[in-house]
Structures are given as C-alpha cells and as structure tokens.
C-alpha cells in the first residue's frame, strides 16, 4: 500500500474499524449490478464492494497462491462488506450531527498530505496509478474518513482524558529496570518493492524509507510514520516487534541494533525483500538495563493509551450504533 493511500487510511486510527480492502471473485465479466446490503434507508451495492476493493483485489490476485484465491477473496469480501457497513453508520450519524465536508476541505486535506511528505499532486496521481485508483475515487475515500474523524472526534475522541498519573503507570510497569525484559526492545520500518510488477522499485522504496526516516528524526512520532507508511505486518502495531535477544536476530538486524543506544534510530538498511530502519527503545543484556527516561517516551505511552482507550469506546460506540439501526446483508 502506498504511502498517500495509507494517510487517508489512517486519517482515523481505530483499530475497532480496521478491516482489508477486497473485491469479490469475479466469475463473469458482466455481472449486473445488485443490492448486497441495506443499513437503514441506504443500499450497498456489488459495484461499491468493487470499487473500494479493487487494490487489495489485485493484490489478492497476484500473491496468493491459485488454489486459496477463492477463498481469500470471500473472506476479504465479507470483511469489506462489515466495513462498508459499519462506514455507513457512522456517516448516517455525521448527518444526524450536522457535519458535512465540502471539496474545499479535502482540497485543504489534500495540500497537507502534500507538504507533510514533500510531494507534489504529480506524485500523489502517480501513486494513484500505481495503485490503479481514480483521483474521483480516492476523494471519495478521503471524503467518507474525514467526516467519519469527525463524527468520531465529536463523539469520542473529545472525551478522553489521559492523565500525568496513568502515564507514570504505565511507566513503572513497562519500563522500569526490574520489568525491562532481556533483551533490545525495537520498532522497526519498511519499504518493500514489487520484483513483479513494478508497483514500487527497489530505488523508490529506498528514497521512501530515507524520507520516512527523516520525518522521524526530525521529530514526528515513530509508531505513527510505521502506522501510516510501513509495508511490514507490525504497521498495525506502531512497528512494535517486541523485545529481541541478539541471537534471534537477523545478521542485517544484529550489527544495526547492537550498535545502538536507546531512543536512537538506525540508518536505513537493506534486506533480501526491502529497505529498514529501526529505533531502539531499550536494551538489557547481561543484567545491565538502559532505558528511555520518561520524558523521552512520555508522548508514546500517551498514544498508547489513548488508543487502548479509543479502541474499547469506538467498539461499544459503534456496537450502538448497529443495535439502533436496521441492517440486512445479502451477500
């Protein structure tokens, strides 16, 4: 997934209302159109599971192996399918409240997604292309989350409060010598390219990972770059891979990692599929623990539990919202 497509996607960081994007398998190629949801006075229809699908559709198709591509793609279309409609209920609820999004706003949107990632409108069509998504469409998405992060910020996210004293909590539980695991305790990121089709060469996924890197280093927050731009299955996790020994390292991981200091973050590297840079939280090796200070991972372990926090409000929010609505899916 590429980079402008994931900061849309991640426009709403509720993990209750992460789902894959997927299509369904497609045995002619004229189905007619029909009707596979209603969520109150509102149809979703076969051709809008398509269109929002169709990115991960293709890559369904061309990674997974012959025999488990029907499968996968039925199982990916349900998941599609939940969320379309859980996506339907909240914007019902937008209009409910009274909030709207015009083209100016995404326009707006659009222009800050450019500057954070130093990119222009012919990089995001690019990227667009690559994806084959349609700018009409990838507005479309960009319309539907924000006024979903809206709906939510009023709803929600306004009412969570974190305080200095859950922090310190969490703190002396997770990063206190006596609870710091043996080991180095790491986040990583990584840019893959596609050896196949050319979605993403090797020297594209190089000059990302240089520029995520330096947004990093800067000071934007680490668990979120690897939210929003990492290829990598611990994207889901703000990169968080855990804790390693040394000897559980890869070669290309041990010489980077074992050199560094905590809250450091490595040069960009490569791998056999990809490029990677990681940031060191903490390391413990022969009973020796160092540490980040409080001060330097205060914010994160905010993040941390304003997202726990967020995550069980969203689903029981959205829980009420299903149970108040008229839902039938025909699919």
């Known amino acids: 997934m590429n980079a402008f497509y994931k900061i849309i996607t991640f426009l709403i960081p509720l993990t209750a209302f992460t789902a894959v994007f997927s299509a369904p398998a497609l045995s002619k190629m004229d189905i007619i159109d029909r009707v596979i949801a209603i969520v109150n006075e509102e149809i979703i229809t076969l051709s809008d599971l398509n269109s929002k699908g169709a990115s991960v559709f293709n890559r369904i198709k061309n990674t997974v192996p012959g025999p488990e591509i029907e499968q996968t793609l039925k199982k990916a279309q349900q998941d599609m399918l939940t969320r379309l409609i859980d996506q339907a209920l909240i914007i019902q609820r937008a209009k409910d409240l009274g909030i709207s999004v015009n083209e100016s706003d995404i326009d707006a949107a659009i222009d800050r997604i450019l500057v954070q990632n130093n990119g222009t409108i012919e990089d995001l069509k690019q990227e667009l292309a690559d994806l084959g998504t349609s700018e009409k469409e990838y507005r479309s998405i960009m319309r539907d989350k924000m006024l979903q992060s809206m709906t939510i910020n009023r709803e929600i996210r306004s009412k969570i409060v974190i305080t200095d004293e859950k922090i310190q909590e969490y703190y002396d539980e997770n990063y206190t010598a006596g609870a710091l695991p043996d080991g180095y305790y790491i986040l990583q990121i990584g840019l893959t390219w596609d050896k196949g089709n050319g979605v993403r060469t090797k020297e594209r996924a190089r000059q990302r990972a240089e520029e995520i890197r330096k947004m990093s280093v800067n ?54 599929s990809g490029y990677q840079f990681f940031k060191l939280l903490s390391s413990n090796e022969q009973g020796r ?37 008229y839902i039938k899916r025909l699919l």
Do not use: C, H, N
């Not at 703000?238 to 809250?263: L, S």
């Not at 941390?304 to 995550?311: E, N, P, V, Y």
């Open 289 to 325: 623990a160092i540490q980040a200070g409080l001060d330097s991972v205060k914010l994160k372990i905010k993040e941390q539990l304003f997202q726990k926090k967020m995550k069980k409000l969203s689903e029981i929010w959205l829980e009420q919202l299903r149970e108040k609505a």
């Open 219 to 272: 000071g934007r927050d680490f668990m979120e770059l690897a939210k929003s731009y990492s290829d990598l299955p611990s994207a889901r996790d703000g990169g968080d891979i855990g804790v390693f020994k040394k000897e559980e390292m890869a070669p290309y991981m041990r010489e980077t990692i074992t050199a560094m200091q905590p809250e450091e973050v490595s040069e960009v590297i490569e791998t056999p």
